[in-house]
């Protein structure tokens, strides 16, 4: 009886460790939070990973100045009007990508299956959110930097939350979509989210 008994207590402790493990992978690997913004956190993986999406075959994407802002979402080619990037010259009229708020557009754009953040730049965005406390911030949640107060907003850079003090963004002219903490800028804005 001690052996069926010790035997019981073994397999049993092996379950809730499983059981445990499993938890933790699942709340390490995706939020867990309904809706589109349990979508935008998992369509904007799947691009950092080189998925194939929408209007992309696959692969890594690269950072483009001004890509993303085509007539429809996604990546384009980007432009080299108001460049100031270090690598000349200028790669963005020849390469095929996305920007900050081309990423932004693109990713909320698969997440609720329309056009919602809409073209324009990381300024016309933020005005189509609502602010959000820090401790409030969910992943799927947009970052912002630069300067945003009632009467103006100046903003240079957008990242999509993806919670534990880290975003998803196109940071700049040499990258690919990646991930980094949101402390990288010294600027933080705020987080904002779009509500229907």
Known sequence: MYRAERGFHVARAL????????????????????????????IALAIQNGQQQSRWPGGAVQYVWGGGHAAKAGPSLGTCQGYHGSIRPCP??????????????????????????????TDDHVRRL???????????????????????????????????????????TGTTIRTDRVTLLPDLAGYYRYER
Not at 22 to 41: K, T
Not at 108 to 116: G, H, R, S
Not at 137 to 159: C, E, M, N, Q, W
């Open 92 to 121: 963005a009229a020849s390469t095929r990508g996305l920007d900050c708020s081309g990423l932004a557009r693109w990713v909320y754009q698969l997440a609720y299956k329309e056009d919602v953040l809409g073209g324009g730049n």
């Open 130 to 172: 609502r602010k959000v406390a820090p401790i409030a911030a969910r992943p799927g949640d947009l970052v912002f930097y630069g300067k945003i107060r009632k009467r103006s907003v100046k903003t240079h850079h957008v990242g999509i939350y993806i919670g534990g003090g880290k975003m998803i963004n196109a940071l700049r």
């Open 15 to 42: 379950r809730v460790a499983v059981a445990a493990g499993v938890l933790a992978l699942a709340a390490g690997s995706a939020p867990l939070i309904g809706g589109e913004l349990n979508q935008v956190v998992a």
